[in-house]
């Protein structure tokens, strides 16, 4: 029997059935790590981590590929856990969903963090962070994260702390806050308003050098 010569070449672009088969080995590989009940439960800690809304159990179920019933054993679980071990986080039922927050009793700690923070210059992530802010808002952190690539949940508090955004409504479709930028940011800057804030423009590339896919995904 011949062996095909580009079984043993990397990068070879995969067809159709080929992605398949990887993508449900992904799948089962990710079902088999989460069958364990103490890996199911961590996973559900780091999805509840990066998110800035509740989180349904029924969402959790979907995302992590087990069933409502076992996710909301190791809400409970992990519930239980934070509050027996007296941790500085712990997990909340809120608008349907579940969510991280820290604990009341921590919040003199979090507030002093929180002041002393106010004394250094802000890090390039919050200014990278204000930035988009500032231009795109009114905007939810999620969409900010998606912009910038990043979780930027303590980011956002930080420029909240320091009075420069603040929440002004919620997302009609998400739930979500909406940010924008206040009177301080303004005052900072030396600016009367958002419409004397730099034109981008001079920083994109030309729209000639863009092929149709970037042209479509600016539009």
Known sequence: ??????????????GPHEAAEAEAAELD????DLADEHALR???EAVLFVSDTPIPAAALAAALGR???????????????????GAGIELRTVA?????????????AVERFLREGQRSRLTQAALE??????????????RVSAIRGVNVDAVARTLLSRGLIAEVGTDPETGAG???TTDLFLEKLGLSGLDELPSLAPLLPDIDELDDDELGSVR
């Open 42 to 44: 961590a996973a559900v």
């Open 178 to 180: 909406l940010y924008a």
């Open 96 to 108: 349907g969903g579940y969510r991280l927050y820290t604990r009341e009793q921590f919040a003199p």
């Open 67 to 85: 069933t409502e019933a076992d996710v909301q054993g190791a809400l409970d679980a992990l519930q239980a856990e934070l509050a027996r071990r």
């Open 1 to 14: 029997m011949t062996e095909d010569p580009l079984d043993d070449v990397e990068g070879v672009d995969q």
């Open 129 to 142: 962070t204000l930035a988009v802010i500032a231009y795109r808002q009114p905007v939810t952190r999620g």
């Open 29 to 32: 590989a990710l079902e088999l």
